[in-house]
């Protein structure tokens, strides 16, 4: 049986789920004995002790110029010492030309079996990029296993549904028989999706599997060979998806160039070299704004972005204003606010949040969400993994020395049980009113959120809206029992491109994006062209190319 | 009934021809009287007639600032004398953005049911439109008829069609329940494709309708307001067309400005003004490479792009020379070369074309080529019905001072029996050799063929591959009965993004890309962005835009 026959079902599954967008789980994502085995999460461990200032050896290294690294352990404080297999750019492209057509003329359905089987070896090793995950973003355990395991492995699936779907959409092969009255003209006609060329994936240093997996996934099942291009600080999760695919690759008789690593150091970056060269016809990147803007502004290359953006929350009507600032709290601090979904403006109109025991004020509202974060932080079997710890210090230096409006509550350092040397940051949240409109306009990635006083429900509205608008918003967070209300904010992100959850309070959060169900960004605002995974998210990267001929 | 209702056979036959890819004709091509009607034609001669020297009435012009034209016809060497109502881009932008709301709320369906009832007003029109594309463009009336007419509503059907399967493609609202254990989250999902926003169709001087309802009905359909640019040369058939969408929304109780007419004249062009304004989302152009690389150089715009290509024939083995020069004759002939699928360069390798009588040298297929265009040229029951007329002075003026290789046909004007005083211009055939190739690698819009020597069928496939990477190519013409010749060009030509017809002789050529079969452009290469119709030309003109909340 081959691996497209072994996995079908599993496909067919994922592109109904695609098209249902129901909850559907392609990995489970709780980290449990029963599903992933008793000894998976202490191997994991494990794996991770090992690798510890040694080589990883797991990446195709025939020909490498080096072995570099750079990784360090927000939790430990201290350097990784991993190095990983250095190609130069001219070489990584050469590589990726040479296999291009290999990899081009296999089947569609010899592609998605491939890709479904790496992902089986992806399943198998999720601890392993649980710990990577944890040791390189910072992430908490739980966030870094689901994150980087499941939920990657889960938006890889999507994007092969999606990208299998669109090279099936039109038949291989018509007869297109035209009447002429007397006569008929027959052609025999045929089309190929013809990938565009070599796909570039430039990898962030706080989701680095979970921002990836899309791109590269999308990539290959398209046809397209891909150079993995990590962030220097997060190597190691990476590292090992791309093995377990040049694992399966080497197992089905491919080369592994077909999807290779690029690794290189804050010293020595290569990132631009490679978006650069003309054979680069793909780019996914996740990161910062302004080496997003540059990637956009390259010419003639097919570009995915996720970059950043100001995510708003409009309070307006709620049936208990306690449970709001809990929800809220636990978004703010989720991973000390390192998440592009995370809340950073709170919208509160003058005359207060309407509740059933009469109006809360902006004032006030600050006080509740102070309450809820300090509840949250200060409970030692919750706080430290919830917060996990600052993936880079200048997230802690900007959120540390960041002055707006009236303090409501002071970031500080929070112990963690396990490691005495994590790099942690509570959140601090700030209560200003529209004239700062200047400080909140700003994109402020970390632990920091502000409640901001407006002059009424329209103009938190129209706030929210225009930040998305200007400087592009991945989530919106919005609390009324007004439908009236409820319709205008619909409308007016709907026309600034952003998402919105309404009303979520207990274990539900506007910061998370489900595979299969929820678009992550929607390609529409600033916040990045590109959306996981919607169909122009795979159809962009192949070319539909047509032959005809006389029909014998 | 409502529109939709009325309609949805007739979608739905077009959603599944966009999937079989078999011969579809939504509006029949030829022009029969059993089909239009005893009287079309004669309505249409007069329709021309009694437009001359007139204002164009049926256009919505309130607040008009004035009225402009400037057509001229290339049959009767004489202005028309058409005025049109005349708005700065100032309004036009204004009245759009005041509509956008109205039409963003009509349904798909609706939408549907509009768009595809304003194509029946289309085609109670199509002979009004084929006189009037005759007299501004040049074509020959057969042309004229079904370029501008069935076709060009084929065109405009299939991209309605293709919008609207998108549109659907994922459900309104779905629930998503999350099993957590001992209890599960549901949320109520919903999803919007939001319309990017105003959307701007620049039309060209050579195939006004053909070329912009493609993308005028894939923006309408997706819920945009449009702006129709037609060229200034080329306002007539266009404006019938924005006329009846008008006459639709009107009876649909919407406002006309949902689809507003934008002319202009050479000397006081709006173009750049119209497509610089921010609020201009997305932008579909047709014509010369320098505007269309302005155009998609402009930040923060969808655009659609078909520029010119400089096309190929391939020439290896046939059965039969001579029908293989008529075939590449006539298609050369066709409306004087003013095709952007015309074939400009053939390639013949040293060894000759391989025939059942011996090798045909280049030398040799050039004088079968002059033949067979001297053939056809000089019968004039033919010649000027194929050649039609030369839109554009510079188009014969280039033509006419060509000079490269061996002169093997001069061009030169022939008499039209019904307008004396029409522009013609007949193919000007050169031989030339690879050292030419500064010459060939010029796309070369006109009446205009070069037979060119090449070392060898490789050497023929290479330059054919590269001038269509490096300059654009949007059809290309190969002659083999050898497998692996073949499998060669198709390998080579899919990278370089360009279609094949293999092996044509008789009535079905290589200039001809037929709605609902063929994709026109692939967009892959220079020639342009953008392919008629493929899901990526609907798609990106609207966003995704999610909704969620606890359900009740």
Aim: proline content about 6%; overall charge negative.
């Amino acid at each position: 049986m081959g691996l497209f026959e072994k996995h079908q079902d599993f496909l067919n599954d994922a592109i109904k789920a695609l098209h249902e967008r129901n909850f559907y789980a392609a990995y489970p994502e709780f980290p449990s004995k029963e599903i992933y085995g008793e000894n998976a999460d202490a191997d994991g461990q494990e794996f991770f002790k090992k690798s510890f200032g040694k080589r990883f050896e797991e990446l195709k290294s025939d020909g490498a110029e080096g072995w570099v690294g750079g990784e360090e352990s927000p939790y430990l404080g201290d350097k990784l010492g991993i190095s990983y297999p250095y190609f130069s750019s001219d070489d990584l492209i050469a590589k990726a030309e040479t296999v291009s057509e290999i990899w081009r003329n296999q089947s569609p359905e010899d592609r998605a079996g491939i890709l479904i089987e790496s992902l089986e070896g992806m399943r198998s090793r999720f601890f392993d990029i649980a710990y990577a995950t944890m040791h390189t973003t910072g992430q908490g355990y739980m966030m870094a296993f689901q994150a980087s395991g499941p939920h990657g492995a889960d938006r890889a699936m999507e994007a092969i549904a999606a990208g299998y779907e669109e090279l099936k959409r039109f038949p291989e092969t018509a007869s297109w028989v035209k009447p002429m009255g007397k006569y008929e003209i027959r052609l025999r006609k045929s089309w190929i999706a013809q990938p565009k060329g070599i796909s570039l994936v430039i990898g962030c240093s706080t989701f680095p599997t979970w921002n990836s997996t899309p791109g590269l996934y999308a990539s290959l099942i398209t046809g397209n060979p891909v150079i993995v291009k990590p962030h220097p600080k997060a190597i190691l999760p990476m590292a090992i998806v791309v093995a377990e695919i040049q694992k399966t690759l080497r197992a089905a008789g491919l080369p592994e160039e077909i999807c290779q690593m690029a690794p290189d150091t804050l010293e020595k970056p290569i990132t631009k070299e490679l978006a650069e060269n003309t054979s680069v016809a793909l780019i996914d990147y996740t990161g910062g704004p302004s080496f997003g803007d540059y990637v956009e502004g390259l010419s003639g290359k097919t570009v995915f972005t996720e970059k950043t953006g100001v995510n708003s929350v409009i309070l307006h009507s709620v049936d208990d204003i306690e449970k709001v600032a809990q929800n809220l709290g636990f978004s703010i601090a989720l991973y000390s606010g390192q998440m592009c979904t995370a809340p950073q403006n709170i919208f509160v109109p003058k005359e207060g949040v309407a509740t059933p025991d009469g109006h809360v004020s902006a004032a006030r509202f600050a006080e509740v969400l102070k309450d809820s974060i300090k509840g949250l932080v200060e409970n030692p079997k919750a706080g430290p993994f919830v917060l996990g710890a600052i993936q880079n210090e200048n997230t802690s230096n900007r959120v540390k020395q960041f002055e707006a409006g009236e303090l409501v509550l002071e970031d500080g350092e929070i112990e963690n049980p396990m490691f005495k040397n994590a790099r942690t940051l509570s959140p601090k949240v700030v209560l200003v009113n529209t004239s700062d409109r200047e400080r909140f306009s700003e994109e402020l990635f970390g632990p920091l959120a502000m409640v901001i006083e407006t002059q009424n429900i329209e103009e938190s509205i129209e706030l929210a809206a225009d930040l998305a608008k200007k400087h592009g918003a991945i989530s919106c967070g919005a609390y009324t029992s007004d439908n009236n209300v409820k319709n205008q904010i619909m409308n007016r992100m709907a026309s600034s491109f952003t998402p919105v959850s309404f009303n979520l309070t207990g274990n539900i959060y506007l910061n998370q994006h489900a595979a299969f169900s929820d678009f992550h960004v929607t390609g529409g605002n600033p916040a990045g062209n590109a959306s996981f995974t919607n169909p122009e998210f795979v159809i962009k990267r192949f070319v539909w190319v047509g032959f005809r001929e006389p029909e014998k």
